[in-house]
Every structure is written in C-alpha cells, then in structure tokens.
C-alpha cells in the first residue's frame, strides 16, 4: 500500500476542466445550435447562419476551445490517478485525446461548411445538410467519452479520493453516454437526450467538489 498525494494545482485544473467541458457545450446548444439549426430544414440551417455569421462564428471558436478543454482534462486526471493503475489511466487519457480530435474533426466540418454557404449560393443546402448533421457527428466523440470516463470514474471509485457515491454515479452517468452515442449512431429520429443529463450533473457535483472540497490526500491505494 501507499499513501496518495497530489499536488492541488492537478486537483482544481482537473475541477475547473470539468466544469469548463460542462459549460462550453451546453452555451454552444442552448445559444447557437439549438437557434440556427433547423433539423429537416437544410436550406433555412444555411440561411440561419448567413444572418447570424457572429454567433456562428462564437460557436467555432467556443468548439475549438473545449478541444483543449478535453485534453487538460484527460491529462489532469491521468495525473491525479496514475498511482491507482498507470497502465488503464494512460489508456483512459488516450481515449480522452482521441475525443478531442474527433472533436475538432466535427468542428472542422462545421467551418468548411460555413466557408461553403460564404462561397456560393448553390452550395447553401448542402452546407445546411452538413451543419443539420453535428448531433450525429458529436456522437462518435461521445463513444470515446463514455468508454475513458467510466475508466477514470472507476479508478476515483478505487483512489477513494473524492466520495465513492460520486464515482458510482460517473460510471452509471458515462454508461449511460456510451448507450447515447450508439443509439444516436445507429438509431433514426429517437430523442435520446435524457441519456446525457446525469453525466452533466456529474461533472457539476464532481467539478465542484474537487474545486472546493479537494481529495483526500492521505488516501491509501492497494
């Protein structure tokens, strides 16, 4: 056995991350998509974001800093838990740079979108179709994300670093992302959203612990 201690810059950049990754795209939903985007609309999608160039525009540049966000995330707590189990923590925070990429992918095919509908008018439905598809496209990232944070969840369960009801409900919370991403993948006009809020009330309760409260640093791993 050994006793865990961590630095608690890793602590509170893990805690500021989590609930930077809950903000970023539930602001990008609520503000952007949710206003511009028509589903079975194509054309009025485009036309949307023609007139609304500034808030689109917000919502490239919010994307491509969740990016980021994901990656310090990942690393944070490969940090944090890398005593409990090296090799499944590395594992977990690949997983977490993958999303992050598949990500950024996403967000690059939303941006050559718009570059399409400010090129010619005769692609603006076409661009329309793209955009209208990034709750699809979200879903594959979403996969990788349910798969690295039941991981990272089961080894906080392990670390007993934060309580382990809240490392019980991060793996209940990010099966629940990975049942998501499969049916959104593979399944047609299902709403399926109600599956994804327990991981926002998660990185809420998590994030905020871990900023306030902080881990138990004389946790002992076996």
Not at 83 to 108: P, R, W
Not at 115 to 127: H, P
């Amino acid at each position: 056995m050994n006793t865990l201690k961590q630095p608690k810059s890793i602590v509170k950049l893990a805690g500021i991350t989590l609930l930077f990754n809950l903000l970023i795209p539930t602001l990008s939903y609520v503000f952007i998509q949710s206003k511009l985007f028509v589903q079975g609309d194509n054309l009025l999608t485009a036309t949307n974001v023609i007139y609304s160039k500034g808030i689109f525009n917000a919502g490239i540049i919010m994307e491509l800093m969740l990016v980021i966000g994901l990656v310090l995330l990942g690393y944070s707590l490969y940090l944090l838990l890398r005593h409990v189990n090296e090799k499944l923590a590395m594992f977990a925070f690949v997983l977490k740079c993958i999303e992050a990429l598949l990500v950024g992918t996403v967000t690059l095919i939303s941006f050559l979108a718009y570059q399409m509908i400010s090129t010619s008018e005769d692609f603006q439905t076409l661009a329309g179709f793209l955009l209208n598809q990034h709750d699809i496209l979200n879903a594959i990232p979403m996969f990788f994300l349910g798969i690295e944070m039941v991981i990272f969840s089961m080894l906080l369960y392990k670390s007993r670093l934060i309580p382990r009801w809240i490392s019980v409900f991060g793996i209940i919370s990010f099966a629940s992302i990975f049942i998501y991403s499969l049916l959104s993948i593979t399944t047609e006009g299902m709403n399926l959203m109600s599956l994804t809020l327990p991981s926002f009330l998660f990185e809420l309760i998590c994030g905020s612990w871990l900023l306030i409260k902080g881990i138990k640093t004389n946790a002992i791993i076996k």
